[in-house]
């Protein structure tokens, strides 16, 4: 049953590490375009980890969203995962491993879009982060031809990259939201709230 009452500390929680987790991705991918080293490494990791809080949350609020946005969600997770480990064990390139994990999170993304329809904090939010990141499922067609050349890789492929964008900064803003507050206050209605005007009783 959708919509039924959500336990919000384990949710607040959870959202606050993954916004903490999705910032410092963000920020070490582009100290890893600027100065190297262990920064790179950083950002896979954390885009697994990113990944697999985003599945464990997607568990957490599943009375919020119907079951299959759920599995998507999960499923993206575990893509997402594949992800960094193919770039981890270095069995492919950055660039094929990086449309893995894109198209992971285009899947979380649906979840996301989906998951504004529920009672959770900053709908519209979500769903614009969730679009943004969903467009990372561009990137199925790469995996399946499996793409790890940044130079050949056609234009319109490396322009779904703008959906990292959804990833690192507006799924962490959304996340951050939601561990303030995790549902939206319920929606009450005109005539749950007032109570019927009883006048003097007529004398009979």
């Not at 969203?65 to 770039?87: F, H, Q, R």
């Not at 067609?141 to 793409?147: E, I, K, P, S």
């Not at 799924?171 to 939206?184: G, S, T």
């Amino acid at each position: 049953m959708l919509n039924q009452p959500v336990n919000a500390w384990p949710v607040r929680t959870l959202a606050a590490v993954l916004a903490v987790v999705g910032l410092v991705s963000w920020v070490s991918f582009i100290l890893f375009f600027i100065v190297g080293g262990p920064f790179g490494a950083l950002t896979d990791v954390g885009n697994g980890l990113q990944a697999l809080l985003c599945g464990a949350l997607a568990l957490l609020l599943r009375t919020k969203v119907p079951i299959p946005a759920m599995m998507l969600a999960v499923v993206g997770a575990a893509t997402g995962l594949v992800g960094s480990y193919l770039v981890i064990t270095e069995t492919t390139g950055y660039f094929l491993a990086g449309l893995v994990s894109a198209l992971g999170f285009g899947l979380i993304g649906v979840w996301l879009i989906i998951a504004r329809s529920g009672d959770v904090t900053a709908p519209r939010l979500a769903q614009v982060a969730g679009a943004v990141m969903a467009l990372g499922l561009v990137n199925i067609a790469g995996v399946l031809w499996g793409l790890d050349d940044q130079a050949t890789a056609p234009g319109w492929l490396l322009a779904a990259g703008v959906s990292w964008a959804g990833t690192y900064l507006l799924l962490p803003i959304w996340a951050l939201l939601l561990a303030r507050n995790p549902v939206v206050p319920s929606r009450v209605t005109r005539t749950q709230t007032e109570a019927p005007t009883v006048g003097p009783a007529e004398p009979g």
